[in-house]
């Protein structure tokens, strides 16, 4: 069965932790995306990465990390520079210049 | 700047009351336009890609269309099961620079189909 995951559904994070959220596809999409949705507002790119190795800042970048060791992995960190954390994070995947299709969503929420 | 605004904010709607959803855009050269529909608290669902003026495409009681500064997405008929927040977004060709072919996505239209 092909498709996107996102772990966990929902995330709890304390002032000054970093927490990372996790984001698996087995479409053999080369390109991968993470989005943050908040309230009244569009889909916002943070990072993107179209090859293995390979990442580039989206948008609004800043207080997140990525990594790409894998074709199937775009795990998301969420450091305690970001100021701002609630949201709700969707990851994409899509084949070189095709549609994007997204996971399931993370709602993280700062105690 | 590429910039996408989606019309109007809310909709509501009787069941079997047609309308449309309207998604205007200013792109560096269009790659593509395309629809989706989020349902609350999960991931978009991929609807339709639109490529050039003057493309349609359907799926059931959905109709996309495509202009050079809008699309439509005409619901025939709806029914409560068509409730959702739909999303518009556009893409940039790679070779006008701007955007590097990312998605720029305009707020949605949060539909309401009642019985």
């Known amino acids: 069965d092909g498709g996107i995951t996102q772990s966990p559904k929902y995330l709890f994070r304390k002032e000054g932790q970093n927490v990372t959220l996790s984001c698996e596809q087995n479409l053999n999409h080369d390109a991968m995306y993470w989005y943050r949705q908040d309230p009244g507002q569009g889909l916002r790119l943070i990072y993107y990465?179209?090859?293995?190795?390979?990442?580039q800042k989206g948008d609004i970048a800043e207080g997140y990390s990525v990594s790409r060791e894998k074709k199937e992995s775009f795990p998301l960190t969420v450091t305690s520079a970001q100021k701002n954390p609630t949201a709700f994070y969707l990851c994409a995947s899509s084949p070189r210049d095709g549609e994007q299709f997204f996971g399931p969503g993370t709602r993280l929420t700062v105690l | 700047e590429d910039q996408v605004t989606q019309s109007p904010e809310a909709l509501r709607l009787q069941e079997g009351e047609s309308s449309s959803l309207n998604c205007s855009y200013t792109?560096?050269?269009?790659?593509?336009l395309f629809w989706y529909r989020q349902d609350p608290g999960k991931g978009p669902e991929f609807l339709f890609t639109?490529?050039?003026a003057g493309e349609e495409k359907e799926k059931e009681r959905l109709k996309a269309t495509l202009t050079k500064k809008e699309s439509f997405l005409h619901i025939t008929a709806p029914k409560p099961e068509d409730s959702a927040t739909y999303l518009c977004a556009v893409q940039a060709r790679l070779n006008y620079g701007g955007s590097q072919g990312n998605l720029i996505f305009g707020k949605g239209t949060k539909l309401s189909v009642k019985p």
């Open positions: 639109l490529y050039s």
């Open positions: 990465s179209q090859i293995v190795n390979d990442f």
């Open positions: 792109v560096s050269g269009l790659r593509g």
